[in-house]
């Protein structure tokens, strides 16, 4: 492309203003982003995903004076909840202005807008002046990337990445349906249902995946690493362990505990004690140990309960889509 400006910000929102693909880092993970006001362009993410083209994006926006652009009919909660966690990793599902394309919303009635609490993304947005579709920069079905050499991994040279470092979130946004009577959490991240429920002042209910059936992170087997994945209790670790290693196969394990014994044929990786840093490497975690050719990963399932909500979905989703080749 003739004339591109050197500086990568400046090179990025004149690449999305001419309907190409930008890879950028957010607060939660990186994205792939287009001009979501061009199908073309949009369109592209699809292709280089390898996504089903009825999994609708998220629109990153500006600031929350964008809001009314893309949503309709907004209820004063969303309002509330843009002001109170915006820049940051809260996706609205709102209802949509009809100028929105399908293709970016899967054909529904609905639109998914979020602002991203990262200085680089909230600069292009800036520079861009409009709204970003943007999914997580991987394949479809696989690991989320959160450093721009994991997108460059995923999605090869081709694709032009805005570098800002590793995502200091790790895991995708919290989404929140607001367009129904009843509100619902459709995917948990890092802000959790109390946090949402102390600003509105009311219980918002976790959806299960039956009524969330559109939302492609809610598919069973997501974020998956191609090693199979075992989650097990802290007390099945050290049994599951020594199993592996007695029939001689190589593992992984990610555990919050320390090494108990030391054999040629396992890695193990401390895993930290709280949800934000588990979060934050998760995803660096899972690729890198996927990356040592064993025959396992054998993760310690954490604590249960709303602090590690997030993070034990992500688990879930990695055990039972790891191993198999994904469409
Ligand atoms: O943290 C994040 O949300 C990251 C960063 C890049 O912003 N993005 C992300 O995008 O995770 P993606 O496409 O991998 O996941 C977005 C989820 C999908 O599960 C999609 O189905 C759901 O949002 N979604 C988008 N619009 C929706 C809508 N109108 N109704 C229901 N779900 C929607
Ligand atoms: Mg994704």
Redesign the pocket.
Known sequence: MPDMPAFPLLRAAELLRAGELVAFP?E????LGADASNPAAVAKIFAAKGRPAD????V?LPDPGHLDAWAREIPDTARQLAAAFWPG?L?L?LK?QPSVPDAV??G?D???L?V?GHQLALALLANFGGGIA????NKFGRI?PTTAEHVREELGESVFVLDGGPCPVG???T?L?L?GDELAI??P?SITPEAISKVLGRPVAVATRAS?P?????LEAHYAPRTPVDLVSSDGLIFAVRAALARQMPIAVLSSQAQPLSHELLTWRQAPALPAPFAQELYATLRSLDGLGVARIVIQQPPAGEAWAAVNDRLRRAAAGAGAEQA
């Open positions: 957010t939660t993970v990186y994205g999994h609708p994006l998220i990153h990793p996706t599902i949509r919303t899967g529904q609905t639109v998914g979020r991203p943007a999914p997580s920069a989320s895991i995708e946004s989404i349906d367009s459709l995917r991240g969330a559109r939302v492609s992170g809610s």
